[in-house]
């Protein structure tokens, strides 16, 4: 067996559990730096900045997105923004994005466990990887594109959208591995179909890694039979600086969790505490080797479960299972995540749009769109078609400015859409997963 670092990676679970809690400690230490811990840490008695055993990060309060958001813009930065090299953010023109701001031993350490986990899943520096995401602020692009040259593999930074040209990418350079988001792939294909080209046979692909939304097993299991290549599960969230979180290794049974760089627990939404090896809840993170913007006990709302038992790769890092869902009502599409109540603001700011709209999220010719169904005022909703199409366009562009993909709007008549019992369920999803 191969590893990137062999040391790190099968640390005997004692070794890991005393290198967390030194990095722990000193993680506390930089995060009461920042104003909103150093404030907590004043407050709460709870929150210290020493522990004895790293279960005691039990008793400590949780950081959620919301906190984020009302401290925004500098008040989980733990550096002078001197020390600070990079941010990103979360989409969205109104309110307070999430950012997470990263320093050099930050990036470099992203990096490293980015090629670690692309290492893990087996590409090696003589792959030709071509990454099909988006860059700009979306951690995916640079997160891999810098794990992709920490390995040393070519690296084809193509970005997301344009599928001929993605597919004469592979084709001129021999693209030997590709990164894209599992919905995505569905598209691409269609694109190979229209141009007589059949991936399994007219490129030289040898692996996939999917990941940044929610798939089944069986939505894999279907890619890999379109491309004839096995694809490997990566999961991350830029609170925890993005892709590199947990990876697949090469036998596909769950996802190895960096424990060297994040302490993993795994809770009951409802009540808080904390739930059994094996059982489903949501999963909890403590950044372990981060400088400027250090996050202690952050709920990420995604719904896994630790894989009890050893892997035959023979990491000592647990698994965690695919993720099943989330404890909020954050949707992906395209790869984009959006909170439906982006879309509400964004519809309270037309003067001409009523009380009601729907959103239905369903694969149509392969590629998943968002419609939503949107109801106008009375005294808007008549014959004047010039003015309904300019309104539609309008709304169009202000929820794809929004939430960074294009809805396809339609406006419907006042009381057109059937009333939600109790609190409206305003999301349909109609997927094939
Ligand atoms: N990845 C790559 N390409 C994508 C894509 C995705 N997730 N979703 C759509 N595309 C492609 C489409 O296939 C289309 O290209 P084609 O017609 O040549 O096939 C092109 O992008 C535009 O798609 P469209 O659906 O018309 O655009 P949109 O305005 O709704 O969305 C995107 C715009 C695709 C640029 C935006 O959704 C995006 O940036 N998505 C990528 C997000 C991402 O990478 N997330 C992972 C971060 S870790
Ligand atoms: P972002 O912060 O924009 O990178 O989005 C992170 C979120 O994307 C996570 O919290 C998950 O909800 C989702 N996500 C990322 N990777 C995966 C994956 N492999 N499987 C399922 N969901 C994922
Ligand atoms: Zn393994």
């Known amino acids: 067996?191969?590893?990137?670092?062999?040391?790190?990676?099968?640390?005997?679970?004692?070794?890991?559990?005393?290198?967390?809690?030194?990095?722990?400690?000193?993680?506390?230490?930089?995060?009461?730096?920042?104003?909103?811990?150093?404030?907590?840490?004043?407050?709460?008695?709870?929150?210290?900045?020493?522990?004895?055993?790293?279960?005691?990060?039990?008793?400590?309060?949780?950081?959620?997105?919301?906190?984020?958001?009302?401290?925004?813009p500098y008040g989980f930065l733990s550096l002078p923004t001197k020390e600070i090299i990079r941010l990103h953010s979360s989409s969205g023109t109104t309110g307070n994005p999430t950012v997470i701001y990263h320093n050099r031993h930050d990036i470099a350490s992203w990096a490293n466990l980015m090629a670690r986990s692309l290492f893990c899943a087996?590409?090696?520096?003589?792959?030709?990887?071509?990454?099909?995401?988006?860059?700009?602020?979306?951690?995916?692009?640079?997160?891999?594109q810098y794990g992709i040259e920490r390995l040393g593999a070519l690296s084809i930074p193509a970005g997301a959208g344009n599928s001929l040209r993605q597919i004469k990418l592979m084709r001129d350079y021999g693209t030997t591995a590709i990164h894209a988001i599992p919905s995505y792939l569905g598209r691409l294909l269609e694109v190979f179909r229209e141009?007589?080209?059949?991936?399994?046979?007219?490129?030289?692909?040898?692996?996939l890694v999917i990941g940044a939304e929610p798939h089944t097993e069986e939505?894999?299991?279907?890619?890999?039979?379109?491309?004839?290549?096995?694809?490997f599960n990566s999961f991350g969230l830029s609170?925890?600086?993005?892709?590199?979180?947990?990876?697949?290794?090469?036998f596909q049974q769950g996802l190895h969790i960096w424990e060297d760089a994040y302490v993993v627990e795994i809770i009951d939404p409802a009540t808080l505490e904390p739930v059994p090896d094996g059982e489903y809840g949501e999963l909890v993170m403590t950044t372990l080797?981060?400088?400027?913007?250090?996050?202690?006990?952050?709920?990420?709302?995604?719904?896994?479960?630790?894989?009890p038992g050893e892997c035959p790769c023979g990491r000592t890092h647990r698994r965690i299972d695919r993720i099943t869902g989330r404890s909020d009502d954050m949707f992906i599409i395209k790869g984009c995540n959006i909170f439906p109540m982006q879309i509400e603001g964004v519809l309270l700011r037309v003067p001409e749009v009523g009380d009601d709209y729907r959103i239905t999220i369903d694969t149509v010719a392969g590629q998943d769109d968002m419609i939503v169904e949107v109801e106008v005022k009375k005294e808007w909703f008549r014959?004047?078609?010039?003015?309904?199409?300019?309104?539609?366009?309008?709304?169009?562009?202000?929820?794809?400015?929004?939430?960074?993909?294009?809805?396809?709007v339609r406006l419907v008549?006042?009381?057109?859409?059937?009333?939600?019992?109790?609190?409206?369920?305003?999301?349909?999803?109609?997927?094939?997963?």
């Open 122 to 144: 087996g590409v090696r520096d003589t792959d030709v990887f071509q990454n099909i995401v988006g860059y700009g602020l979306f951690t995916g692009g640079l997160g891999f």
């Open 289 to 307: 080797d981060r400088e400027a913007n250090p996050l202690i006990r952050y709920r990420t709302r995604d719904i896994t479960r630790i894989i």
């Open 1 to 72: 067996m191969e590893y990137w670092e062999k040391e790190i990676e099968t640390m005997p679970r004692n070794g890991l559990r005393f290198l967390q809690l030194a990095r722990l400690n000193t993680t506390l230490e930089a995060a009461v730096r920042s104003s909103y811990y150093g404030g907590l840490a004043k407050r709460d008695r709870s929150f210290r900045t020493r522990v004895g055993e790293v279960a005691e990060l039990q008793d400590f309060p949780f950081t959620t997105k919301q906190d984020l958001r009302d401290h925004f």
């Open 413 to 433: 008549e006042p009381g057109s859409i059937p009333k939600a019992e109790g609190k409206a369920v305003r999301v349909f999803d109609k997927r094939i997963r």
């Open 195 to 207: 141009e007589g080209l059949d991936p399994r046979t007219d490129t030289s692909l040898r692996m």
């Open 219 to 231: 939505q894999r299991q279907r890619i890999q039979e379109m491309y004839g290549v096995k694809a």
């Open 239 to 250: 609170e925890m600086n993005g892709p590199g979180v947990a990876f697949e290794c090469e």
């Open 383 to 408: 014959g004047d078609l010039q003015f309904l199409d300019a309104l539609q366009k309008r709304i169009t562009r202000l929820i794809r400015d929004e939430v960074l993909v294009s809805p396809v």
